[in-house]
C-alpha cells in the first residue's frame, strides 16, 4: 500500500541529482513518472548493416566498438503516475517487455529506438500509443520467481510466434557502470527517440539516477519477439530498482543541429 508512494517520493527527488547526466535537463516540467523493478538487460551484439533499416534516416545508429546492440529488456512497471498524481491502483503496476537498439539525432545526442514494447496490460498499450507514439502491443506476460532465478515469458497476442521465454539470476556484486565501458553504452541513455503520427522524429527527454547493475547468468529459449535472429549467446545484466521521470515529447530539428 504505501510502497507505491515511497516510489513517487522518490521519483519527485530525482533531480536533486544531475551531476551524471551527459547534457543539462531540458526546459519545463517532466510529466510522467514510473518505478522499473526486476530488470532484465539482454543484450545482443550486432553488424550495423543489419540493424540500419530498421531505424529511421533521421537518427543513425550508435555502437560500441564498432558494433551496434539489439537489447530485450523484461521489467515490472510500478508506481506509474502523470505529475502531480499518486498511482492510480490497479492501473499504475504491469509487466513489460522491449525490445531496442541504441542511436543518435542529428545534434548527436544518444538515445533509445524502440522496435517493440510489449505490456500486460490492454489500457497501459493504448495509453502509450496515444500519448507516444510508440510500439506498444499487448502481451500476455509472466515474471515469477524460483529460488534464486526469476522465469520471464511473453506472447504476443494476435501475432504468432512473437514469443520470449528464459529465465536469469544475479551473480556479483551491484555496481554502477565504469566512464566508457559497455555497461555505460547500454543503460545510460537518458532521452529516447520514436516518429509522431505525421512521420516527423520526436525525441523524449528522461531522467534517472546512475543504474545499479549486476552481471546475471541467463538460460533463454526463445527470443523470437525481436523482428530479426539474434546471433549466438547474450550479454546479461539485471537491476533491482529505477525511478524514472519523463518529458513531453518534441519534434527534433533533422537538418543541421538539432535541440
Keep these: 500500500m504505501f510502497e507505491p508512494i515511497r516510489s513517487a517520493g522518490r521519483q519527485a527527488r530525482l533531480l536533486d541529482h544531475v551531476e551524471h547526466r551527459p547534457w543539462p535537463l531540458p526546459a519545463g516540467r517532466w510529466t ?6 526486476d530488470v532484465l538487460f539482454a543484450h545482443w551484439r550486432m553488424s550495423p548493416e543489419v540493424l540500419t533499416p530498421l531505424v529511421p534516416d ?9 558494433a551496434a ?6 521489467l515490472r512497471v510500478t508506481a506509474l503516475r502523470t505529475r502531480g498524481l499518486l498511482p492510480v491502483p490497479g492501473m499504475s503496476s504491469f509487466l513489460q517487455l522491449n525490445v531496442r537498439t541504441y542511436v543518435r539525432g542529428r545534434d548527436e545526442k544518444p538515445g533509445v529506438w524502440f ?3 510489449d505490456a500486460s496490460s490492454r489500457l497501459a498499450v493504448e495509453g502509450a500509443r496515444r500519448r507516444f507514439g510508440l510500439p506498444f502491443f499487448h502481451a500476455r506476460l509472466s515474471l515469477d520467481e524460483t529460488g534464486d532465478w526469476h522465469d520471464v515469458e511473453c506472447a504476443r497476442i494476435g501475432e504468432r510466434g512473437r ?3 528464459g529465465r536469469y539470476r544475479p551473480v556479483g556484486k ?3 557502470s565504469a566512464p566508457g565501458s559497455l555497461e555505460e553504452f547500454l543503460v545510460e541513455r537518458y532521452c529516447l527517440y520514436a516518429t509522431d503520427r505525421k512521420g516527423r522524429l520526436v525525441r523524449g527527454e528522461i531522467h ?3 543504474w545499479l547493475l549486476r552481471n546475471a547468468e541467463a538460460e533463454i529459449e526463445l527470443a523470437t519477439i525481436a523482428p530479426l535472429e539474434l546471433p549466438g549467446s547474450a ?12 518529458w513531453p515529447l518534441e519534434p527534433v530539428q533533422v537538418t543541421g543541429a538539432g535541440g
Design 32 to 37: 510522467l513518472g514510473e518505478t522499473l523493478e
Design 58 to 66: 533521421d537518427v543513425e545508429l550508435d555502437v560500441h566498438d564498432g
Design 69 to 74: 546492440w539489439v537489447g530485450i529488456v523484461a
Design 115 to 117: 522496435l517493440s514494447l
Design 163 to 165: 514469443v520470449f521465454s
Design 174 to 176: 551491484e555496481l554502477t
Design 208 to 210: 534517472h539516477e546512475p
Design 235 to 246: 550479454v546479461c545484466h539485471v537491476a533491482a530498482r529505477q525511478d524514472l521521470v519523463v
